[in-house]
């Protein structure tokens, strides 16, 4: 773990690079502070905040659910000096996001949350977004146990896609 407030920086740089799609505050904290451990959580914080400050990442839209994208000077900086992170880091960090590329935009495009109404049933809500956190689809409706809620949200990661290939065509490109 680095404490090197200009590491820390050229490494968020050097995921967002790596990963080649705008990622969330809370994706950037994840991969870098709880499950890399390569950047402090408040370090990673700070960094983050710097980094838009002086225009080296920015958000692909404003809003609570803002992803972040390098700038020209982000990347300009960090074809300059990525070479301070050490080696075995950037190594280790290429292969991360190779690897995870995939499960995490899945995590940011497809969304899913559910709460208990007031009479005892719980309202399932499933969203395919796109780059820019903005819904493409939702879907929203009512099962009667918790344990019917869970097994929805546990399941749509893998399950939003198919499902929105089914109904699109069913609705758009079928002559039913």
């Known amino acids: 773990m680095f404490n090197d407030p200009i590491v820390n ?3 968020l740089l050097f995921v967002l690079e790596k990963m080649e799609i705008p990622l969330s505050e809370e994706s950037l904290l994840n991969v ?6 390569w950047i402090p959580y408040i370090n990673c914080r700070q960094a983050i905040f710097e980094l838009i400050e002086v225009g080296f990442i920015q958000p ?6 803002a992803n972040y994208k390098l700038t020209n000077d ?8 990525f ?4 080696s075995s880091y950037r190594k280790e960090i290429t292969e991360y996001c190779r690897d995870n590329m995939l499960d995490l935009k899945r995590s940011q ?32 409706f ?6 019917d809620a869970k097994r929805i949200y546990k399941k749509w990661r893998n399950k939003a896609l198919p499902l929105y290939e ?9 002559d039913e």
Do not use: H, M
Not at 32 to 37: A, E, L, M, Q
Not at 60 to 65: A, I, L, S, V
Not at 74 to 81: D, H, P, T
């Open 9 to 11: 920086k050229l490494i």
């Open 142 to 147: 009512n099962v009667q146990t918790r344990d």
């Open 166 to 174: 089914i109904i699109y065509d069913y609705l758009v490109v079928s």
């Open 32 to 37: 870098c502070s709880s499950y890399n451990k």
């Open 83 to 86: 070479t301070r992170i050490p």
């Open 74 to 81: 982000g990347i300009n900086c960090l074809s300059k000096f």
């Open 109 to 140: 495009e497809f969304k899913a949350d559910y709460f208990q109404n007031a009479d005892g049933s719980y309202t399932v809500w499933l969203a395919i977004k796109d780059a820019a956190s903005l819904p493409i689809f939702e879907l929203k």
């Open 60 to 65: 692909t839209r404003k809003g609570k659910e």
